[in-house]
């Protein structure tokens, strides 16, 4: 492997490594259910496509490398239907998605009306 390769394959790595990680911190720090998936869908599947692509130009390989780039795909698929079923559960148990309390309207703040 030639030299500014490896170089771009460790970058590829910790910059999907970052992306897991602001994603972590999003699952903690956000409000509900629905913010929460968003941040783990978006930022860890983009996180695990840069890991994979990385990884994936260190492979020895066509066939390792397009091995790690089909996890990656598979993992994509699996979590768009995941995510999907949580949500749709939430929804259907009542959860509703948070609201900046700021912006809302008085229905929704659910204020007494004078």
Do not use: Y
């Not at 771009?8 to 409000?31: D, E, K, M």
């Not at 492979?59 to 699996?78: N, T």
């Amino acid at each position: 492997m030639t030299e500014w390769l490896e170089v771009v394959s460790h970058l590829l790595v910790v910059a999907g490594a970052l992306f897991f990680v602001t994603g972590s911190l999003g699952f903690i720090r956000f409000p509900d259910v629905f913010t929460r998936l968003h941040a783990m869908t978006k930022a860890d599947n983009l996180g695990l496509g840069l890991l994979c692509s990385g990884l994936a130009l260190q492979a020895d390989g066509l066939a390792e490398a397009a091995k790690i780039m089909l996890i990656w795909l598979l993992v994509l698929l699996a979590s768009g239907i995941g995510a999907t079923l949580v949500a749709s559960t939430a929804a259907a148990c009542g959860i509703r998605p948070w609201q900046n309390r700021t912006g809302a309207s008085r229905e929704a703040r659910q204020e007494p009306q004078e």
